[in-house]
Each structure stands twice: as C-alpha cells, then as structure tokens.
C-alpha cells in the first residue's frame, strides 16, 4: 500500500482555488487535497496531517510571510510559495522564513505538478534522514546533546569515510577552546558553529579528552586553517579563540591521525597558538611493510588510491603521449594498457623493444621498470615512487625519458 500524502493549499482567492483544482488533477489518486483560507490556518494545522503546502500570495505580503513563518517551524512541512508577480526581495524574504520552493501561480499544470512531486519527494528524503538520526541518536552513535557523532564511533566513522570515498587526500583537525576562552565556551554552541562552518562532505566528531575532531577530504593545510578562522568569527560570544593540531590523512589510519592531531594540539595550547601542524616524515616502503599491526587496514586503503591513480592519471597519460609520439617514432609500433597488475608503456622497431612497466607491489609505492632489451646500460632502471608523487607532471617526465632514452639506444 503507498504511502499517502495530504496536501494543503491556503488561499484567499476563490478564482483562483477552482482553477487551481484543475492543474493538480494529475497527482495521485491517492493524494488527498485540502483548501483553506488564511484566518483557517492555526485552526486547521492542529488537527492536519499535511506534509506540503502551498501558500498562495495574499494581498498583504506581510501576512503571508507571517504565515509561512508560522508553520514553516514544522520539520515534516514543506512549504511552496505560489506568487502573482515575480518580486525578488518578497521571494528571498519567504526563503528566510522557511519555504522550501516558489513557482507562478500562474504556472503551466504540468510545471506545477512537478514543482509539487519533487516537493514531495524531498520531504520524503528529509523524513528519513530525521528518523534515521533518532535512531542514531537511540543507539548512542550521535549525542543528542551536540548533533555530532559520540567518541566512541569516531574511528569507525572517519574510517569508513576514507574508504568508502577512497579519499588519498584531506587533513583531520583536534581542536579546543583556548585557556583564556573556556569561561565562554559552551559545547552545545561550539557543535553548531562547526556544523555551520563545514561543507557536508567534511565530517565532524565528539573526541577524546573534550577535543572536537574534523575530517576535511580533499582539504590542504590552508584550506584547514580557512576552515579554524571560519569556525572562530561564526562562534556567537565575542573575544572567543580556539586552537587546533592538523595532521594529513594520506597513508593513515584513525589511531595515527588521531595521535598526531592530540600532540600537535599540545603543542599548540601549550604555547598559546591558533593552531600547530604535526610534522610528517616520509614514509619508506620498508616502513610500512615492517607495520604488521596495521599492514591489512593500510593494504586495502592504498590499493584503492592506486587504482585510482591508476584511472585518473596512469591511463590517460599513457594514451595522450601515445597519440603524441605516433606520428614522430617512424616506424615505430607503441603499444600501451592497463589492467590489474600492471600498467604497460611498449615500443617496437626492427631495432628495439623497450619496454616501460609500473607495477603495485602494495603498501605507500609503485616501482617503475624500464627495460632496453640486449642492453646492459643506465638506459635500464628500475624507480620507487611514492603513491602521492604519481602526478600527472612526473609521469609525463618519466615516460617522455623513456621514450629518448629508446631513440637514443635504436639508432
């Protein structure tokens, strides 16, 4: 059985109502319709069980803004704006009271269908997202207190960001208030300055030691300090200062990050900063592969940010220089592709078969090797790269080497 949706039309022209019935005849059957006229509004919500409604423009624009923001407090509503005439400042008012679309009352029947499905829809949406947090927040994964995501689910959820988005990129933030800042810190204003202050793919958590973690993909170091600034002007109490450790999240797990970001944080509270970044080292692949506690975890993460590499960057290089040297190597066959285990970059003449091979031996690096076959020269070579070097640049740079080198080496 479908669900059914009651929608409600508040209106004070009765022209309009009759010819209004006629453009929404192509709903559902099953959708009930109500109409009612602005003075029936308090009275009638009580006892209504609509999800959308429709508010035609009464003569007194104050009046129909006071009435939108009246039931637009509702989270199961979804309130459209049906307006006589196009006026730019009474729609954005409307929008700052609460409406969640605006079309002409005018409007072709099908284009207010539409309009009024869609609406439909997204309620739908937004229903589900709500009951989905109460749950949520049921099972102690969200504190209802904040809105964030409790401790405890903190590394499950970051994690799994990570992966499920095969993000090889972003920075992760502890952050607290500072000493001289914590008589005005409240927590439950802090959460919603965050929230406000964040994009919806970045991710935001209770931590540990009443810390504040943020997960910002696809972020560098400034766009993290841009991210602190913004989190410290839109906090409500003036003279308000926080501070913050950054890490990278690139070829780490939660506890790493986590580590880095606490220390960093220290650092940066202990000497009255707005924010310390930890310093990084470069990892080896010996490195990683002498990690045998989290050698699984890392494994899975930097096969993913290799195939990735391998889509956004590998392939597409390997065919434009492929395109750009057919036509130069006379008589010359160059043969390129990719699969699982390796991506393969070959040229062929009556002189030399040079081969270059990048293969994933697993952890944080790719090996590159180049072979000039019946030579035993510097021509030959084998190159370690790190997963984060393999840019488009320095491939190019290689394989262009390697393609003079064979010139060189068939003459």
């Known amino acids: 059985m479908s669900k059914k949706y009651n929608i409600l039309i508040i209106s004070d022209d009765e ?6 019935k006629e453009k929404l005849i192509f709903l559902r059957e099953n959708d009930s319709l109500e109409i009612i006229d602005f003075e029936s509004v308090h009275k009638f919500l009580k006892s209504c069980s609509a999800e959308i409604i429709l508010v035609h423009e009464n003569s007194s624009k104050s009046a129909t803004l006071n009435t939108i923001t009246s039931i637009a407090d509702n989270e199961n509503l979804s309130v459209i704006l049906l307006v006589n005439a196009y006026d730019t400042d009474f729609i954005l008012s409307a929008y700052d009271c609460g409406i969640k679309d605006f079309i002409s009352a005018d409007a072709d029947d099908f284009e207010l269908v539409i309009r009024t499905v869609s609406n439909i829809r997204q309620n739908s949406v937004k229903k589900l997202m709500c009951r989905n947090i109460r749950l949520l927040e049921q099972l102690n994964v969200i504190d209802d207190l904040t809105g964030l995501y409790n401790y405890n689910f903190a590394r499950q959820v970051i994690e799994n960001t990570i992966d499920d988005n095969l993000i090889d990129d972003g920075t992760f933030m502890a952050i607290a208030p500072c000493e001289d800042s914590k008589p005005s810190f409240s927590v439950e204003k802090f959460a919603q300055t965050v929230f406000t202050s964040i994009r919806s793919d970045d991710v935001a958590t209770l931590g540990r030691g009443a810390r504040f973690y943020i997960l910002l993909p696809n972020t560098g170091f400034n766009g993290a300090v841009c991210v602190l600034n913004k989190i410290k002007d ?14 990278t999240v690139a070829h780490k797990n939660f506890d790493e990050m986590e580590d880095k970001a606490l220390k960093a944080l220290s650092d940066a509270l202990a000497t009255n900063a707005q924010y310390s970044c930890s310093e990084e080292k470069e990892e080896t692949l010996d490195d990683w592969l002498d990690d045998g506690i989290n050698e699984h975890k890392n494994y899975k993460i930097f096969r993913q940010i290799f195939n990735k590499k391998m889509e956004k960057v590998i392939t597409p290089v390997f065919y434009r220089l492929q395109k750009a040297w057919e036509e130069k190597l006379f008589k010359t066959r160059i043969d390129q592709y990719t699969d699982k285990e390796q991506c393969v970059f070959h040229l062929k003449n009556k002189n030399q078969d040079s081969t270059l091979r990048i293969v994933y031996p697993g952890f944080a690096k790719i090996v590159i090797y180049i072979t000039h076959e019946g030579l035993d020269s510097p021509e030959n070579k084998e190159i370690q790269l790190q997963l984060t070097k393999i840019s488009k640049k320095e491939l190019e740079k290689i394989v262009e080497d390697f393609i003079r080198d064979f010139k060189y080496t068939s003459v």
């Open 234 to 247: 839109n906090y409500p109490e003036k003279h308000f200062d926080i501070c913050a450790g950054i890490t």
């Open 15 to 20: 022209n309009y109502i009759s010819q209004f």
